[in-house]
């Protein structure tokens, strides 16, 4: 049996963003799955991504919005639903609502999101995305 404490938990920011990383290959034994729970804020966009070789889950907790799909394609997305991604498939989102958007992904296998997260914010910085 593994506990994480929360005061175990990294954290990483993006623009208007911020996601904990509850269960990490940074922190944790798992090899299997990754296991973050995100927060963003009102008109903040998780860009258009992909993990070409890990499946992910979204379920959304509180707020709404609209999820970024391929071929520049929107859907709805609120609490309470589920979203799954397969390997590969295109994704973001945009928090559209007046309050913070929060949703646990699961990633398996797991992913290290700190690249994607320093581009994020660099990018929001006004530099260029690597």
């Given amino acids: 049996m593994e506990i994480i404490r929360h005061d175990q938990v990294p954290m990483l920011t993006g623009a208007g963003a911020v996601s904990y990383q509850l269960v990490s290959a940074e922190h944790s034994a798992s090899t299997r799955v990754s296991v973050t729970r995100v927060v963003l804020e009102p008109g903040a966009i998780n860009p258009r991504h992909r993990h070409p070789t890990s499946e992910q889950i979204w379920v959304a907790l509180s707020g709404e919005g609209v999820l970024l799909l391929a071929d520049d394609k929107t859907l709805s997305f609120t609490a309470g639903d589920v979203a799954r991604f397969e390997d590969g498939e295109t ?40």
């Fill in 91 to 130: 994704h973001g989102f945009q928090n559209t609502g007046v309050v913070p958007f929060e949703y646990l992904a699961v990633t398996s296998p797991p992913v290290d999101f700190r690249p994607a997260y320093d581009a994020w914010r660099k990018a929001a910085e006004g530099g260029a995305a690597e």
